[in-house]
């Protein structure tokens, strides 16, 4: 593959053209890519016909990767290079891994960086994530027979923002184009919407292998709105795994320290127990060690609940808050829907029926129905749809965000649940007679004090005039957009300093790092940077002359014939640039045509809102 | 861009009583059309457009459709600072100082009928300021009034959330 290439999407003579999209449900244990094709939503299969992809990235000694059932397979014969549930790692700090003493993987901190000892050198769990989207992306290429457009890649609902940026840095590594990053008890929830036609207020229960997000939506016609939502980006079906784990070593009195494949040989055997427990009374937990030690326990339903009660209540704990932040009582739910392989597990269902008064309704595919939802979104946003029928997907912020004042204290900017996108200000002031200089501190999470919340940005905003201490008026700016990622501006109002971060996480991988990866995959160094530049700067320019020429077609009534005549001589030179792809021309250009039509796309805006709320076509103004 | 006043955005008559459906119907129509999900291959110019437009909507929404927020809102736009530290009228004091009495003696006494008597109380309370706050910004056009009523729902709204 020469150069990596970027599809030019709504930019087509045949309006009839459809448009290769997926959705991706990158799950912890397994992950699964899905299409509209012909109007019919299908999870792709491999060669095999096997539709789940197990997350598992081996890395052999011959330097090339496998992912999948063959990575699964041989994962306890080399289980430090063979990553199961990278989705955990995603985003963390190695103070943020728990259990990582079962483990077999010797993790690094580089700078605050999580890394991942293998035989290929110390890897970023971003880099394996990217890994198994290339290897769903290469299937769905090769069935659909054309190039990506775009993909909708579903995230944990209660994902914050670091793990979140590293989720799209990963599939920017594996060359797609992100659509949308979609949380994924709503595209669950889309998905059942959709095809069982329902509406009401529905509770989706995601216990996944890693992952649990409980979402409370309000399902009407076209509208899905989420009214609030809860979770625990680390708990999951593995959790219940390493209970097992542990009990297995209790009683089979294994007190020495375990080798990397002998922990993923119990680990994988726990599994196995606790799946066959889903079918039966009671299950065998065997498997033999590297000395010959052989482990042979029967485990019954009873144990199984006993040693994992607690997690199970957490769960339910974490129902019952959201249903408190949304304001609802159990009688007016309509109904919960089970999504996740773990739902599986009966101690989950009885909990849940317990709790609910009613049972969990399980009449779709647990381990199908997110990559579904993110499909049919992804059908949508890469513009297949006719727009008669088009949904709305209303989502919400799930952590608080909030700024680090005096004395460790955090103050919220934008509270949890509030639906996005949003922004939202707080004043500030100094501290000190003559400050110069402010630091921000960006956190996300529920508590009081700083050290309690996820620390996600840190930057100064510098020039501030020396004023009496509480005199100077810093306004900070949150905005999160429709992918739930975050940025900040700070503004000192009476001078206009201004600052701003694009919020990074400081457990992904920097933006130089994945440029050299980028690079690196396709062999060849900085003739690829320009023209990998160029082209984007051709898609971006070929949109807006696309844009500005349907919106001439229709509301140029808006314009007076000077401003039209401006507005055609830029796009013809702006045409012309392409043509001779020239980077720093078409910059300009474009530059001044978005210049030139910016109060244009206002009063075009403006007459839009007016259709909208009158429910007229324009035809009709 | 100019920005409109939440009413006027949501197409709702700039009153204090207000149309829950009709506002919800203006939202979702404006949402459907504005917002990002529908500008995915835009040019960046009308992205940013449709972003800032869509945020302006959904804090229209939530400032109108919360009882305490509109209030504030209307005193805002009649150039009245409800965080301002003025003066109220003593009987209010008095009344604050009522209520804090009988919110101690709730939660000292760990008496669950007691919680749920000043919880109805609380809420009776609230009631009846939403009703004069109608009455006040809406037929009399009292902003005097109508501002102390709201000072008073900020309070009424933050006890309920201690109780």
């Given at each position: 593959m020469a150069l990596l290439q970027i599809s030019e999407p709504g930019l087509s003579a045949d309006p009839h053209q459809h448009r290769l999209a997926v959705g991706i449900d990158l799950g912890t244990t397994n992950s699964l890519v899905a299409t509209v094709r012909n109007a019919q939503t299908e999870v792709l299969a491999d060669h095999d016909g096997k539709k789940l992809l197990p997350s598992v990235v081996r890395y052999m000694p011959d330097e090339t990767v496998v992912v999948g059932e063959e990575a699964r397979a041989a994962a306890s014969d080399d289980a430090q290079n063979t990553i199961v549930s990278v989705k955990r790692f995603v985003g963390r700090a190695q103070a943020d891994i728990e259990h990582h003493g079962n483990l077999p993987y010797q993790f690094t901190n580089d700078a605050g960086m999580l890394r991942i000892k293998t035989r290929a050198g110390e890897k970023s769990p971003v880099e394996v994530s990217a890994e198994i989207l290339k290897t769903l992306a290469a299937r769905a290429e090769e069935t659909l027979g054309g190039e990506l457009v775009g993909a909708v890649i579903t995230v944990p609902a209660y994902f914050d923002d670091a793990q979140r940026q590293a989720t799209k840095d990963a599939a920017r590594l594996a060359g797609l184009n992100v659509l949308r990053l979609l949380n994924e008890p709503t595209a669950a929830a889309l998905a059942y919407g959709l095809d069982e036609g329902a509406e009401g207020l529905y509770v989706i229960y995601d216990l996944g292998g890693g992952t649990f997000d409980v979402s409370i939506l309000r399902l009407t016609k076209g509208v899905f709105e989420v009214l609030a939502t809860g979770g625990d980006s680390a708990l999951g079906g593995d959790d219940f795994d390493h209970r097992l784990f542990c009990w297995a070593r209790h009683e089979a009195k294994i007190d020495a320290i375990l080798s990397a494949d002998d922990k993923r040989r119990l680990l994988m055997a726990a599994r196995q127990a606790k799946e066959d427990l889903s079918q039966s009374e009671s299950a065998s937990l065997k498997t033999s060690l590297s000395d010959g030690t052989v482990i042979d326990l029967t485990v019954t339903r009873e144990i199984f609940k006993s040693i994992t009660c607690h997690l199970v209540k957490k769960t339910i704990d974490t129902l019952e808050a959201v249903m408190h932040d949304a304001k609802l009582n159990r009688d007016e739910i309509q109904g919960l829907v089970l999504v996740g392989g773990s739902t599986r597990m009966p101690v989950i269902r009885e909990a849940i029926k317990d709790y609910l008064g009613f049972a969990p309704l399980d009449n779709i595919n647990p381990d199908e129905v997110v990559a579904v939802g993110a499909a049919k979104q992804a059908n949508m946003l890469a513009g297949n749809t006719t727009g008669d029928d088009d949904w709305l997907l209303l989502d919400v912020t799930p952590l608080s965000l909030g700024l680090e004042t005096m004395g460790g204290l955090v103050e919220k900017v934008i509270p949890r649940n509030t639906p996005i996108p949003v922004a939202m200000a707080q004043e500030f002031t100094t501290f000190k007679d003559g400050q110069t200089a402010m630091a921000i501190h960006v956190v996300q999470g529920e508590r009081e004090i700083v050290d309690a919340c996820r620390s996600l940005a840190r930057f100064e905003l510098r020039g501030l005039p020396a004023l009496v201490a509480g005199a100077a008026r810093i306004r900070v700016t949150f905005t999160v957009d429709a992918d739930g990622l975050l940025s900040v501006t700070a503004r000192e109002t009476q001078t206009g300093v201004e600052a701003s971060v694009t919020v990074k996480p400081s457990y992904g991988l920097t933006d130089e790092e994945i440029v050299r990866m980028l690079q690196e995959g396709t062999g060849s160094a900085e003739e690829d940077m320009r023209l990998r530049a160029l082209r984007e700067e051709e898609v971006e320019a070929r949109r807006l002359i696309e844009s500005t020429v349907s919106a001439l077609a229709s509301d140029a009534d808006l314009l007076s014939e000077d401003e039209q005549n401006t507005i055609r001589t830029l796009i013809t030179q702006l045409l012309a640039a392409i043509e001779r792809h020239e980077l720093d021309e078409i910059k300009r250009i474009e530059e001044q045509l978005t210049t030139e039509t910016e109060s244009f796309a206002e009063r075009r805006m403006d007459r839009a809102i007016a259709q909208a709320l009158s429910g007229k076509s324009i035809d009709e103004i | 861009m100019a920005q409109k006043d939440y009413f006027e955005l949501l197409n709702q008559p700039r009153r204090y009583a207000v149309d829950f459906v009709s506002l919800e119907a203006a939202k979702t129509k404006l949402l459907a059309r504005l917002h990002p999900d529908r500008f995915v291959s835009a040019s960046a110019l009308e992205k940013r457009i449709a972003q800032q437009l869509t945020v302006q909507v959904n804090e229209a929404y939530a400032t109108l459709a919360d009882d305490l927020k509109r209030a504030q809102y209307l005193c805002k736009l009649a150039g009245?600072?409800?965080?301002?530290r003025k003066a109220m009228p003593p009987e209010f004091l008095m009344r604050q100082m009522m209520w804090h009495e009988a919110l101690e003696a709730a939660q000292e006494s760990d008496n669950e009928t007691l919680r749920g008597e000043l919880g109805y109380k609380v809420k009776a309370e609230r009631e009846a300021l939403l009703a004069a706050l109608t009455q006040a910004f809406d037929e009399t056009s009292d902003m005097t009034r109508a501002y102390e009523l709201t000072r008073e729902l900020m309070f009424i709204e933050k006890l309920a959330s201690q109780i």
């Amino acid at each position: 593959m020469a150069l990596l290439q970027i599809s030019e999407p709504g930019l087509s003579a045949d309006p009839h053209q459809h448009r290769l999209a997926v959705g991706i449900d990158l799950g912890t244990t397994n992950s699964l890519v899905a299409t509209v094709r012909n109007a019919q939503t299908e999870v792709l299969a491999d060669h095999d016909g096997k539709k789940l992809l197990p997350s598992v990235v081996r890395y052999m000694p011959d330097e090339t990767v496998v992912v999948g059932e063959e990575a699964r397979a041989a994962a306890s014969d080399d289980a430090q290079n063979t990553i199961v549930s990278v989705k955990r790692f995603v985003g963390r700090a190695q103070a943020d891994i728990e259990h990582h003493g079962n483990l077999p993987y010797q993790f690094t901190n580089d700078a605050g960086m999580l890394r991942i000892k293998t035989r290929a050198g110390e890897k970023s769990p971003v880099e394996v994530s990217a890994e198994i989207l290339k290897t769903l992306a290469a299937r769905a290429e090769e069935t659909l027979g054309g190039e990506l457009v775009g993909a909708v890649i579903t995230v944990p609902a209660y994902f914050d923002d670091a793990q979140r940026q590293a989720t799209k840095d990963a599939a920017r590594l594996a060359g797609l184009n992100v659509l949308r990053l979609l949380n994924e008890p709503t595209a669950a929830a889309l998905a059942y919407g959709l095809d069982e036609g329902a509406e009401g207020l529905y509770v989706i229960y995601d216990l996944g292998g890693g992952t649990f997000d409980v979402s409370i939506l309000r399902l009407t016609k076209g509208v899905f709105e989420v009214l609030a939502t809860g979770g625990d980006s680390a708990l999951g079906g593995d959790d219940f795994d390493h209970r097992l784990f542990c009990w297995a070593r209790h009683e089979a009195k294994i007190d020495a320290i375990l080798s990397a494949d002998d922990k993923r040989r119990l680990l994988m055997a726990a599994r196995q127990a606790k799946e066959d427990l889903s079918q039966s009374e009671s299950a065998s937990l065997k498997t033999s060690l590297s000395d010959g030690t052989v482990i042979d326990l029967t485990v019954t339903r009873e144990i199984f609940k006993s040693i994992t009660c607690h997690l199970v209540k957490k769960t339910i704990d974490t129902l019952e808050a959201v249903m408190h932040d949304a304001k609802l009582n159990r009688d007016e739910i309509q109904g919960l829907v089970l999504v996740g392989g773990s739902t599986r597990m009966p101690v989950i269902r009885e909990a849940i029926k317990d709790y609910l008064g009613f049972a969990p309704l399980d009449n779709i595919n647990p381990d199908e129905v997110v990559a579904v939802g993110a499909a049919k979104q992804a059908n949508m946003l890469a513009g297949n749809t006719t727009g008669d029928d088009d949904w709305l997907l209303l989502d919400v912020t799930p952590l608080s965000l909030g700024l680090e004042t005096m004395g460790g204290l955090v103050e919220k900017v934008i509270p949890r649940n509030t639906p996005i996108p949003v922004a939202m200000a707080q004043e500030f002031t100094t501290f000190k007679d003559g400050q110069t200089a402010m630091a921000i501190h960006v956190v996300q999470g529920e508590r009081e004090i700083v050290d309690a919340c996820r620390s996600l940005a840190r930057f100064e905003l510098r020039g501030l005039p020396a004023l009496v201490a509480g005199a100077a008026r810093i306004r900070v700016t949150f905005t999160v957009d429709a992918d739930g990622l975050l940025s900040v501006t700070a503004r000192e109002t009476q001078t206009g300093v201004e600052a701003s971060v694009t919020v990074k996480p400081s457990y992904g991988l920097t933006d130089e790092e994945i440029v050299r990866m980028l690079q690196e995959g396709t062999g060849s160094a900085e003739e690829d940077m320009r023209l990998r530049a160029l082209r984007e700067e051709e898609v971006e320019a070929r949109r807006l002359i696309e844009s500005t020429v349907s919106a001439l077609a229709s509301d140029a009534d808006l314009l007076s014939e000077d401003e039209q005549n401006t507005i055609r001589t830029l796009i013809t030179q702006l045409l012309a640039a392409i043509e001779r792809h020239e980077l720093d021309e078409i910059k300009r250009i474009e530059e001044q045509l978005t210049t030139e039509t910016e109060s244009f796309a206002e009063r075009r805006m403006d007459r839009a809102i007016a259709q909208a709320l009158s429910g007229k076509s324009i035809d009709e103004i | 861009m100019a920005q409109k006043d939440y009413f006027e955005l949501l197409n709702q008559p700039r009153r204090y009583a207000v149309d829950f459906v009709s506002l919800e119907a203006a939202k979702t129509k404006l949402l459907a059309r504005l917002h990002p999900d529908r500008f995915v291959s835009a040019s960046a110019l009308e992205k940013r457009i449709a972003q800032q437009l869509t945020v302006q909507v959904n804090e229209a929404y939530a400032t109108l459709a919360d009882d305490l927020k509109r209030a504030q809102y209307l005193c805002k736009l009649a150039g009245l600072d409800v965080n301002a530290r003025k003066a109220m009228p003593p009987e209010f004091l008095m009344r604050q100082m009522m209520w804090h009495e009988a919110l101690e003696a709730a939660q000292e006494s760990d008496n669950e009928t007691l919680r749920g008597e000043l919880g109805y109380k609380v809420k009776a309370e609230r009631e009846a300021l939403l009703a004069a706050l109608t009455q006040a910004f809406d037929e009399t056009s009292d902003m005097t009034r109508a501002y102390e009523l709201t000072r008073e729902l900020m309070f009424i709204e933050k006890l309920a959330s201690q109780i």
